[in-house]
């Protein structure tokens, strides 16, 4: 595949926005609010695990649909991609509103614990063990990958889409810990959701209480804010925001672009065979019989075992048998790398085998 290159446009791009804020802090009020600029034509409200904003439909100017789906990751991502579709009005961009980032990676996170809820429970009436069903069930990597990768394909659509989202979430003050775990005096603030959220945005505003506006990261040259600090805005609004990164003049801004990051693709790619190099050298001669010996031995030896199915359950009995017992582990680890066992696996194993297993809040 031949690669191309081009120039950069020089132009700003309709950003994602995160607010986040405390409890009835203003983050859906901005939101909606936002919906009533003039740089805009229609809004897309998608909520998810939170209120219906019809009360909101009263401010002044305001317009925005409410997007209406069962709940399910796949509905919610049906419901984003329709949104994010639907052609502009006058010429001007749709604006996406995702309320609350943090409700999405709950249930993410619940879908992951429920997954490994009913492997725990599959692997014991398989082997006939004893199964506790108010017990949780340790998430492994796997499944935290898994939940991840739903994340993102939410993310995706917002980055992919031609105009301006915000994406809501909770903003949660934690206590410092110090370099040997220990709890500090200092607090900070902390972003309730999939923690790459904060790096995948194009400015951060937080809201700590009502009334009060940060405005702690943005990526722009006309609003250059001093890196690592928090810059209050009195009376902010998000049409202000916008304005001042220079968004509100005629062919100011340019198509998002961005590079993708594809792992099954990258996956599919690596998995298929390199073209044969062209043959320069005179052909070898035929193998003596020791030597062909030699070879099968050898390609005997490399040749990867099939993991299937009936290992997977295998394993499921071994690591519920195994009741976190770092050795066993370790032993199990061993032996499912020389059956073939995918990296997933693998990860897997190693995530139980270490002395704190990533808990729901650590993946947040």
């Known amino acids: 595949m031949t690669t191309t290159f081009r120039e950069p446009t020089g132009k700003p791009t309709w950003p994602i926005l995160l607010i986040a804020g405390g409890e009835k802090a203003g983050k859906s009020y901005a939101s909606a609010q936002a919906s009533a600029s003039d740089l805009i034509g229609q809004t897309y409200w998608i909520g998810v695990g939170e209120d219906d904003p019809d009360e909101y439909g009263a401010i002044p100017g305001a317009r925005f649909l409410i997007a209406k789906h069962d709940g399910t990751h796949q509905s919610i991502l049906t419901a984003l991609r329709e ?35 009913m492997r725990a429970k599959k692997a014991a009436q398989k082997w006939n063990k004893p199964f506790d069903p108010e017990a949780e069930a340790t998430i492994g990597p796997d499944l935290w990958n898994r939940a991840t990768g739903r994340w993102q394909d939410v993310m995706e659509i917002l980055r992919n889409h031609d105009g301006p989202s915000i994406i809501t979430a909770r903003l949660d003050i934690v206590t410092i810990m110090d370099d040997k775990g220990q709890p500090t005096k200092d607090k900070t603030s902390k972003v309730k959701a999939q923690k790459s959220l904060p790096f995948d945005v194009g400015g951060i505003v937080e809201m700590p209480e009502r009334g009060k506006a940060y405005i702690s990261g943005i990526r722009s040259l006309k609003l250059d804010l001093p890196v690592g600090e928090k810059h209050q805005v009195k009376d902010f609004t998000v049409d202000w925001l916008w304005r001042k990164l220079g968004l509100d003049v005629e062919g100011a801004t340019s198509p998002r672009q961005h590079s993708g990051a594809d792992g099954q693709a990258s996956a599919a790619v690596a998995d298929q065979p390199e073209a044969a190099p062209q043959q320069t050298a005179p052909p070898r001669q035929a193998a003596a019989p020791d030597d062909a010996a030699a070879t099968a031995l050898n390609q005997y030896r490399h040749t ?18 195994a009741k976190g017992n770092v050795e066993i582990l370790r032993s199990l680890w061993k032996s499912a790398q020389g059956k073939g066992a995918p990296q997933a696996v693998l990860d897997r194993i190693a995530g139980i085998s270490k002395p704190q297993t990533e808990t729901k809040e650590q993946a947040a």
Do not use: C, H, Y
């Open 304 to 321: 990867a075992p099939v993991w299937g199915q009936e290992q997977d359950d295998q394993l499921e009995a071994q690591l519920f048998e």
């Open 83 to 117: 949104a994010s579709a639907q052609p502009r009005i006058g010429g001007k961009p749709n604006l996406l509103v995702v309320d609350s980032g943090t409700r999405v990676w709950e249930m993410l996170s619940d879908e992951a614990q429920e997954r490994a809820n």
